[in-house]
Structures are given as structure tokens and as C-alpha cells.
């Protein structure tokens, strides 16, 4: 005899959310909208970037505790119908708000590591491989003094914003 399906009860609590958030987002959104960095002092730049990631860091806070409930639950529902339905089936199945299928598409799997490359080498289709250098391994023969024939050197910059200690 089949399960009963749980009822989602959130669709109130959400949307009421959503209007009190609704305000503040467009305040939010105008503001930043504004913004050039270039007629800002710099110091209240850093203080703005600074805050501006507290609101990220707060809003993912916010979803987290959700998240780590419903992602598991999409990805066992998902897998119950890759298990289930026929792969390609045109109709698939329909709920009152939805309808599901399963596609199937072919995924390269390299299975001889040393024969693909032998192949490319002997070919020269380099097109086969992504073009990314390995970033640690290349570092590491730099680290050993050693040079990596067409490998340059670019500085990443990055940008690092802390609290301050009393603040």
C-alpha cells in the first residue's frame, strides 16, 4: 500500500517571508545599484564589502538548515526514478503540478589513461583535453627550480576583508 506523501506545510511561512523581505530587497537593490566604487572612500568601501558579505554569510545561514534537508531528499527522489522509470519513456509520469522522464546521455569515461594520451600525442588532437594547466603540479616543479616549457607566470590577486578586533 503506498506511502502518503507529506504534506510541505512551508508555502505559508515562505510567502508571508517574501513579503516582509520584498521591501527591504528593493531598498537593498536600489542602493547597490548606485554604487561606484570609484567615488567611495575607501575605507568605507572596505567596511561596505565587509558588511556586504555578512549579509551573504547570514542569507546562506538562513537556507542552510533547509538545504541540508531537502537536497538529500531531491537526490533520493531522483535517484527512486532513475531506478523506476524507463529511460526515454514519452509519457514518464505527471503529478497534479509536474511531470517527470528520464533522459539518458553517453558520459566519456577514460578507462587507459596511457593509451589516451598516446593517442593525442600521436594525432595532435589536443582538443580532447580541457585546456587547464595543473596548477599544483606545475607549482611544485617551480617550487623544485625546474621549468615548465609554455607554462607563464600571472599574480592572482585576491581580496581579503576581516573584522576588526572592538568592532
Not at 528520464?102 to 593509451?115: F, G, H, L, R
Request: aromatic share 6%.
Amino acid at each position: 500500500m503506498p506511502t502518503a506523501v507529506p504534506k510541505l506545510e512551508l508555502t505559508t511561512e515562505l510567502t508571508s517571508a517574501i513579503k516582509v523581505l520584498s521591501p527591504a530587497v528593493k531598498r537593498f537593490t536600489k542602493a547597490l545599484k548606485t554604487l561606484d566604487p570609484a567615488k567611495v572612500p575607501v575605507g568605507a568601501l572596505a567596511d561596505l564589502l565587509y558588511d556586504l558579505r555578512q549579509v551573504s554569510r547570514t542569507l546562506s545561514t538562513l537556507t542552510a538548515p533547509f538545504e541540508d534537508v531537502v537536497n538529500p531528499t531531491i537526490k533520493l527522489i531522483e535517484e527512486h526514478f532513475v531506478q523506476t522509470l524507463s529511460v526515454d519513456e514519452s509519457s514518464g509520469v505527471q503529478g497534479h503540478k509536474s511531470r517527470v522522464q528520464v533522459t539518458a546521455s553517453v558520459v566519456p569515461v577514460v578507462e587507459d589513461w596511457e593509451k589516451f594520451y598516446a593517442h593525442i600525442a600521436k594525432t595532435k588532437q589536443f582538443e580532447l583535453l580541457n585546456r587547464a594547466a595543473n596548477r599544483s603540479s606545475i607549482v611544485e616543479r617551480w617550487d623544485a627550480k625546474k621549468q615548465v616549457p609554455g607554462i607563464g607566470k600571472f599574480t592572482a590577486k585576491k581580496v581579503s576583508c576581516t573584522k576588526l578586533s572592538g568592532k
